[in-house]
């Protein structure tokens, strides 16, 4: 691996692990429902006025938006407003490896050699040694089971995204986030309807 290689992958790394600061920030004066429409239509525009939908199915396409983007993170910020430690959270969501290599071995019969699962035990291990060690009893189990959620829709989504193949990344994240846009969008407007009902 390059240097260039090797500042960018550390690049990645802190910027995950930053992500989590501000998510916990926003969450602070926000529902997770509304970060998360906010979130997405960041990204969606004006991108979607200048790129081009990929050559996707609808089908595959509003799939990858349901599981990678509003599953995903509207359990995440979930998770976190109901007091799952920030960077537990970004731990446990990890365990997504694990539900991804499981799902392609069930479902498209993708060989798993003993010593992958011998990674999986090790790393597994390794996971829940540290969640345990640096908050021990300080984890609500209601947010841990909506992070292990957010990781399994993670994993659906990475298995979307192999059955849809090749295809322009960018514009992949970019109509997909639409998608997660309008679902959100619709879950806001449906909590606003209910609670004005309610007030009635």
């Not at 969501?93 to 090790?122: D, G, S, Y």
């Not at 996971?127 to 957010?150: R, T």
Request: hydrophobic residues 60%.
């Amino acid at each position: 691996m390059s240097i260039k290689d090797s500042l960018i992958a550390l690049a990645v790394v802190l910027l995950w692990g930053v992500n989590f600061f501000f998510i916990r920030l926003g969450l602070t004066e926000m529902t997770p429902m509304v970060l998360g429409m906010l979130r997405f239509m960041l990204v969606v525009f004006p991108a979607i006025l200048l790129i081009r939908k990929p050559d996707v199915p609808w089908r595959w396409l509003m799939l990858y938006g349901l599981v990678i983007s509003f599953g995903q993170f509207s359990l995440m910020f979930t998770a976190i407003a109901v007091g799952m430690p920030t960077g537990l959270t970004a731990l446990v969501l990890q365990a997504q490896a694990f539900f991804t290599v499981l799902m392609a071995a069930l479902i498209w019969r993708e060989p798993v050699k003993p010593n992958h699962w011998l990674a999986l035990v090790v790393a597994a291990v390794g996971l829940a040694m540290i969640g345990i060690g640096q908050h021990s009893g300080n984890v609500p189990l209601f947010g841990l089971v909506l992070v292990l959620a957010a990781a399994l829709s993670w994993a659906c989504g990475n298995l979307v995204v192999k059955r849809i193949g090749r295809v322009n990344p960018l514009a992949l994240v970019v109509w997909g986030n639409a998608v997660a846009s309008c679902l959100l969008l619709c879950v806001r407007f449906c909590k606003v309807v209910c609670t004005m009902w309610r007030a009635n």
